[in-house]
């Protein structure tokens, strides 16, 4: 795995940061669950005034290796199974617009989400919520 970020992470708000890390982390245990650990990802992270984007994208199931059938075990997220669906809902409380597929080269899977960074204040992640930074 390569991992890459630019700009200021730590200026943003503490739910933003949460929400990052858990698409990323939603995203490569897709990887794991569906192309194996022959597959690499490429994680990068870029901030801006406006913006944050978080692109993950993996290689897919190396060739010659079995392509799993079966779901694999929960993730233990607490939402084994709608891993995309909580990807888009995390990205939908900051305004932001997901792209999740196959890969153009026909071997792997993208996810590209961009978020909107609140100038004011975001109601933050607290204890109460469950959510807390790792």
Do not use: C
């Not at 939908?92 to 989400?113: A, K, L, Q």
């Amino acid at each position: 795995m390569t991992y890459r970020t630019v700009g200021d992470f730590d200026s943003l708000g503490s739910g933003v940061q949460l929400t990052v890390y858990r698409i990323v982390q939603e995203a490569l245990t897709n990887t794991l669950k569906h192309a194996g650990t022959g597959s690499t990802a490429e994680v990068s992270l870029a901030a801006d005034a406006d913006t944050v984007r978080i692109r993950v994208v993996d290689t897919g199931t190396p060739p010659g290796a079995p392509v799993r059938t079966e779901p694999g075990p929960p993730t233990g997220s607490g939402d084994a199974g709608h891993g995309l669906v909580g990807i888009r809902q995390r990205a939908s409380m900051y305004g932001g617009s997901v792209t999740i597929g196959p890969r153009d080269t026909g071997h792997g899977w993208i996810v590209d989400v961009v978020l909107d960074v609140p100038s004011a204040p975001f109601p933050e992640f607290s204890a109460a919520s469950g959510e807390q930074l790792p």
